[in-house]
């Protein structure tokens, strides 16, 4: 439960020691993890039905690393990039990097030549790992970014060589990299939203200390389709190596109807999505009337999920599963709040380690209900924006803060509610309104799927931000944009009704992780709000 304290105004989560050493590199804890039960099997891809045992995983990690350093000249400190999808060879390649103290900055196969040229022009890696769809587009960026950097192939026959034996190989110990908190182990991006990515450094003691041993999964399988750009697909990666648990692996995209395929093949009993997959993922197994009795555990996370979409999933994997809601933030490095009890529109409760508190724009930190900035702190530090000093201080309080830039409030009970972006807030008249807010309303019509709303300039002087819609309906039930408009209208005060129009779109422009792209939304609102007049 989180504590309220009332003097220094800040809720507290449980604190707890960490199962695992923070103080060692994650490269030694997870070599040590895989040698406790070599015969149990690990991960399982779905592509090949290969399946990997904890020892033959620990041998394809040490070959790895040492296959790596010698052939590659790669050392402690020198940058490497992982641009592939979730094929067999991406986790021991991933391992062996930690164990040789080569940091692993993960992006997207999907990812254009625009972002990849911003994003390894920051972080510069002297060895990028890719698949052959992305090849051409990973060596033009590379090109116009004027890297010296080799690259390697993840699923073509020569990547095997990766994983061939080493003479010493049975004597490997994993070699001491220094101070854990200190120490870059992993970089990912932000979530890129509003503006381009940021390079967000991880550090070991972050990829080893949030892991309590949270149950015991031998025997249960988990799924997810986010690559390992995702900071999100990390942690289900870590979470299930240190409980026991069996990971199922794939490299084709998702799509409601294979995920369900997955779910049944293999008995999956963890599931994570973020909602913008959930909404279809829920209206193709309601279309088709499926039940999915292995699932128990349905995770959700990344962005708000609208009450009404967390009540049809818990309706359809009841009585055996459940839907658990996650908060996080990558730089904190850690999952922020979970809420295990079904609270309606809650984030959860703080978990262990970590301390919240809510901060006015003046700087006054509030009490219970009042609405304001999450501020967060973990017990391992923020660890930096790579290569941008000035945006890793700003983002940090003079207390060492840090801040998130969600709006929320504690309750009495110390449950968290997130109630908007701070940046996304639109401003008309005086007031504020919160996008989620009217997203929330938009998603309990029937004949909607997906709703975003974004502000679009009035054209009449003040120019103040007009409520539109974007939407994506059913198609089986009928509704037009002016009914749908009066639908959100009828239950919001005047200030917030929905003034730039409803539009009807395929599909809400999204990120590469799975969130909502506001710049796009943006451009697209106005687009159609022109071609309307």
Same mark, same amino acid.
């Given at each position: 439960?989180?504590?309220?304290?009332?003097?220094?105004?800040?809720?507290?989560?449980?604190?707890?020691?960490?199962?695992?050493?923070?103080?060692?590199?994650?490269?030694?804890?997870?070599?040590?993890?895989?040698?406790?039960?070599?015969?149990?099997?690990?991960?399982?891809?779905?592509?090949?039905?290969?399946?990997?045992?904890?020892?033959?995983?620990?041998?394809?990690?040490?070959?790895?690393?040492?296959?790596?350093?010698?052939?590659?000249?790669?050392?402690?400190?020198?940058?490497?990039?992982?641009?592939?999808?979730?094929?067999?060879?991406?986790?021991?390649?991933?391992?062996?990097?930690?164990?040789?103290?080569?940091?692993?900055?993960?992006?997207?196969?999907?990812?254009?030549?625009?972002?990849?040229?911003?994003?390894?022009?920051?972080?510069?890696?002297?060895?990028?790992?890719?698949?052959?769809?992305?090849?051409?587009?990973?060596?033009?960026?590379?090109?116009?970014?004027?890297?010296?950097?080799?690259?390697?192939?993840?699923?073509?026959? *020569?990547?095997?060589?990766?994983?061939?034996?080493?003479?010493?190989? &049975?004597?490997?110990?994993?070699?001491?990299?220094?101070?854990?908190?200190?120490?870059?182990?992993?970089?990912?991006?932000?979530?890129?939203?509003?503006?381009?990515?940021?390079?967000?450094?991880?550090?070991?003691?972050?990829?080893?200390?949030?892991?309590?041993?949270?149950?015991?999964? %031998?025997?249960?399988?988990?799924? *997810?389709?986010?690559?390992?750009?995702?900071? *999100?697909?990390?942690?289900?990666?870590?979470?299930?190596?240190?409980?026991?648990?069996?990971?199922?692996?794939?490299?084709?995209?998702?799509?409601?109807?294979?995920?369900?395929? %997955?779910?049944?093949?293999?008995?999956?009993?963890?599931?994570?999505?973020?909602?913008?997959? %959930?909404?279809?993922?829920?209206?193709?197994?309601?279309?088709?009337?499926?039940?999915?009795?292995?699932?128990?555990?349905?995770?959700?996370?990344?962005?708000?999920?609208?009450?009404?979409?967390?009540?049809?999933?818990?309706?359809?994997?009841?009585?055996?599963?459940?839907?658990?809601?996650?908060?996080?933030?990558?730089?904190?490095?850690?999952?922020?709040?979970?809420?295990?009890?079904?609270?309606?529109?809650?984030?959860?409760?703080?978990?262990?380690?970590?301390?919240?508190?809510?901060?006015?724009?003046?700087?006054?930190?509030?009490?219970?209900?009042?609405?304001?900035?999450?501020?967060?702190?973990?017990?391992?530090?923020?660890?930096?924006?790579?290569?941008?000093?000035?945006?890793?201080?700003?983002?940090?309080?003079?207390?060492?803060?840090?801040?998130?830039?969600?709006?929320?409030?504690?309750?009495?009970?110390?449950? %968290?509610?997130?109630?908007?972006?701070?940046?996304?807030?639109?401003?008309?008249?005086?007031?504020?309104?919160?996008?989620?807010?009217?997203?929330?309303?938009?998603?309990?019509?029937?004949?909607?799927?997906?709703?975003?709303?974004?502000?679009?300039?009035?054209?009449?002087?003040?120019?103040?931000?007009?409520?539109?819609?974007?939407?994506?309906?059913?198609?089986?039930?009928?509704?037009?944009?002016?009914?749908? *408009?009066?639908?959100?209208?009828?239950?919001?005060?005047?200030?917030?009704?929905?003034?730039?129009?409803?539009?009807?779109?395929? &599909?809400?422009?999204?990120?590469?992780?799975?969130?909502?792209?506001?710049?796009?939304?943006?451009?697209?609102?106005?687009?159609?709000?022109?071609?309307?007049?």
């Amino acid at each position: 439960m989180s504590h309220y304290d009332p003097e220094s105004r800040t809720w507290n989560g449980p604190r707890q020691p960490p199962v695992f050493n923070p103080a060692a590199s994650v490269g030694q804890v997870i070599v040590n993890i895989l040698e406790r039960t070599p015969d149990k099997i690990f991960e399982i891809s779905a592509d090949t039905e290969q399946s990997y045992t904890c020892n033959e995983l620990r041998m394809r990690t040490i070959r790895a690393a040492l296959n790596i350093s010698s052939k590659f000249e790669l050392a402690k400190g020198d940058m490497v990039c992982i641009i592939a999808d979730n094929s067999a060879c991406v986790t021991p390649v991933l391992f062996g990097c930690f164990l040789i103290g080569a940091p692993v900055h993960t992006l997207d196969s999907s990812f254009e030549e625009t972002d990849l040229v911003h994003l390894m022009g920051i972080t510069k890696p002297k060895l990028v790992f890719c698949n052959v769809h992305n090849l051409k587009r990973v060596e033009n960026s590379i090109g116009i970014a004027a890297l010296e950097a080799r690259i390697i192939l993840l699923n073509d026959p *020569s990547t095997e060589e990766l994983f061939t034996p080493v003479n010493n190989e &049975s004597t490997y110990r994993p070699p001491y990299l220094g101070d854990s908190d200190k120490t870059v182990a992993l970089i990912v991006c932000s979530s890129g939203t509003t503006s381009f990515p940021k390079a967000i450094c991880l550090s070991h003691a972050q990829l080893i200390a949030p892991y309590p041993r949270v149950s015991n999964l %031998l025997g249960e399988t988990a799924l *997810s389709f986010s690559s390992l750009f995702w900071f *999100s697909a990390i942690q289900m990666l870590m979470t299930v190596l240190m409980n026991g648990g069996t990971r199922i692996t794939t490299t084709k995209p998702f799509n409601p109807e294979y995920a369900c395929q %997955l779910i049944n093949k293999y008995r999956v009993m963890h599931f994570f999505t973020p909602p913008s997959m %959930l909404a279809d993922w829920l209206h193709y197994c309601e279309s088709k009337q499926l039940r999915l009795p292995s699932l128990r555990i349905l995770g959700c996370g990344g962005s708000p999920l609208p009450e009404t979409l967390r009540s049809r999933a818990n309706a359809l994997l009841a009585p055996q599963g459940r839907v658990f809601v996650g908060y996080g933030m990558s730089e904190v490095g850690a999952i922020v709040t979970i809420d295990l009890l079904g609270v309606p529109n809650s984030a959860g409760l703080l978990m262990s380690n970590v301390t919240a508190r809510i901060s006015n724009e003046s700087g006054e930190l509030l009490q219970p209900n009042q609405e304001g900035e999450v501020q967060l702190r973990y017990v391992h530090p923020f660890a930096g924006y790579y290569g941008n000093e000035k945006e890793s201080r700003d983002l940090l309080t003079p207390d060492g803060f840090i801040r998130s830039g969600d709006i929320g409030y504690f309750d009495q009970k110390g449950f %968290l509610f997130i109630t908007d972006r701070k940046k996304e807030m639109l401003r008309f008249r005086g007031y504020q309104i919160a996008p989620a807010q009217l997203e929330a309303i938009l998603m309990e019509h029937p004949g909607i799927v997906q709703a975003t709303v974004v502000g679009i300039p009035d054209p009449e002087p003040p120019h103040v931000d007009l409520a539109t819609a974007l939407v994506v309906t059913t198609g089986t039930t009928p509704v037009t944009e002016d009914q749908i *408009s009066a639908y959100v209208n009828g239950k919001v005060p005047d200030y917030k009704r929905i003034r730039g129009g409803v539009f009807f779109v395929e &599909s809400i422009p999204l990120t590469v992780n799975g969130k909502t792209n506001r710049q796009e939304c943006k451009k697209l609102a106005l687009k159609l709000a022109a071609l309307r007049g």
